[in-house]
């Protein structure tokens, strides 16, 4: 099966720099994805990665381990409005390239 | 227009009533996918499909069936519902890349 492990809360201060960090087992991983939801909305899509590095855009940026089966969100000059639920997801190729989504880290970003 | 719709956004029923989410797209994409939202569960996936003649479980479909009826649409059915149904459902469509697009959900109460 899969499974991801996230943490389930981070807290940081405006202005600072964050990692949220994300470890999976998959036995047909693909390719993680960043979501980021906030209360009472819809997740949206952040980021992907494939391969192995870091993929930048704007203030955040993701980067993927293979051979670790890890990989961290990294946001920086936090904002207010980045206070959210984030969400690591592995796409997998058993069963036709359907995406796992872990738990969920809730960011609280403090002025 | 939202590309993604889901309807009804709220619902409340009693247990064994058969109920019906329905999602529709504007997007063209022929992926569509349902997901459940429990707190600190993150995102759990239900069915998805690949085109009109695709149905596929996910890691939760005892309980539900859905209908691709077109495209655009994918309904999915509770045919008894029971109260630990009671979640926050997504639906989400998406191209062949990576990048999932969500619904703004559905909160639904099983008395």
């Known amino acids: 099966g899969q499974s991801l492990e996230q943490p389930s809360e981070v807290t940081a201060v405006e202005g600072a720099i964050v990692q949220i960090n994300c470890t999976y087992q998959?036995?047909?991983?693909?390719?993680l994805s960043w979501y980021q939801q906030h209360d009472g909305g819809a997740p949206t899509f952040l980021s992907y990665n494939a391969l192995d590095g870091l993929e930048e855009t704007g203030r955040f940026s993701s980067f993927l381990s293979r051979s670790d089966s890890y990989g961290y969100l990294l946001l920086q000059e936090l904002q207010m409005k980045d206070s959210a639920s984030y969400f690591c997801?592995?796409?997998?190729?058993?069963?036709?390239?359907?995406?796992?989504f872990g738990a969920g880290t809730r960011l609280f970003v403090k002025a | 227009d939202a590309d993604v719709t889901q309807t009804p956004r709220n619902r409340i029923t009693k247990t064994g009533k058969r109920i019906m989410l329905e999602c529709s797209q504007t997007?063209?994409?022929?992926?569509m996918y349902w997901y459940r939202q429990d707190p600190g569960l993150g995102l759990r996936l239900i069915y998805y499909s690949f085109d009109v003649k695709d149905i596929n479980k996910g890691e939760i479909s005892d309980g539900y069936s859905v209908s691709r009826q077109a495209q655009a649409k994918f309904s999915l059915s509770l045919e008894s519902a029971i109260p630990n149904q009671t979640a926050l459902y997504f639906c989400?469509?998406?191209?062949?890349?990576?990048?999932?697009?969500f619904g703004p959900g559905t909160r639904l109460t099983v008395l």
């Open positions: 997007k063209g994409h022929d992926r």
């Open positions: 989400a469509t998406s191209a062949q890349g990576n990048e999932q697009f």
């Open positions: 998959t036995s047909g991983f693909y390719g």
């Open positions: 997801a592995v796409r997998d190729q058993t069963g036709g390239f359907k995406t796992i």
